[in-house]
């Protein structure tokens, strides 16, 4: 269960680091809050942001579930590659905000193979 630990730790790591450059971002074009937009740059990094969390709140449960239903080593690893799709889309919503399907595909099939894994090893688990 270590390695869930430390996935989500780097998770929230990512998340928060995500937050700061949003209030980089706002401090830079000069939007000052409560605003959620006014200029391109700033409204970029606040959407990655968000999406992320948006995204953490299905990501975090799913893979503790199936760290404990399947196996904590196998969750580790797809949350890693979780982690690192959150970059690559940050990397390509920044530049063309049309360039983010291919991470945003890879982030989502990371949750679905999560979840889906999870409830077939509760299903097993409760089953015998």
């Known amino acids: 269960m270590e390695a869930l630990a430390?996935?989500?730790?780097?998770?929230?790591?990512?998340?928060v680091w995500f937050a700061l450059q949003v209030g980089a971002a706002r401090q830079r074009h000069g939007v000052s809050a409560p605003a959620v937009s006014g200029h391109?740059?700033?409204?970029?990094?606040?959407r990655?942001?968000?999406n992320t969390m948006e995204q953490l709140i299905v990501f975090m449960p799913c893979l503790w579930m199936f760290g404990y239903?399947?196996?904590?080593y196998w969750g580790a690893g797809i949350?890693?590659?979780?982690?690192?799709?959150?970059?690559?889309y940050r990397r390509s919503y920044l530049k063309d905000p049309k360039s983010r399907s291919g991470a945003f595909g890879i982030g989502f099939m990371t949750m679905t193979i999560l979840l889906l894994g999870s409830m077939i090893g509760a299903v097993m688990s409760w089953l015998g």
């Open 6 to 15: 430390i996935v989500t730790s780097l998770a929230l790591i990512q998340a």
């Open 40 to 46: 391109d740059d700033f409204d970029r990094h606040y």
């Open 48 to 50: 990655v942001h968000q």
């Open 69 to 72: 239903f399947v196996d904590p």
């Open 79 to 88: 949350g890693a590659v979780f982690i690192l799709s959150r970059f690559i």
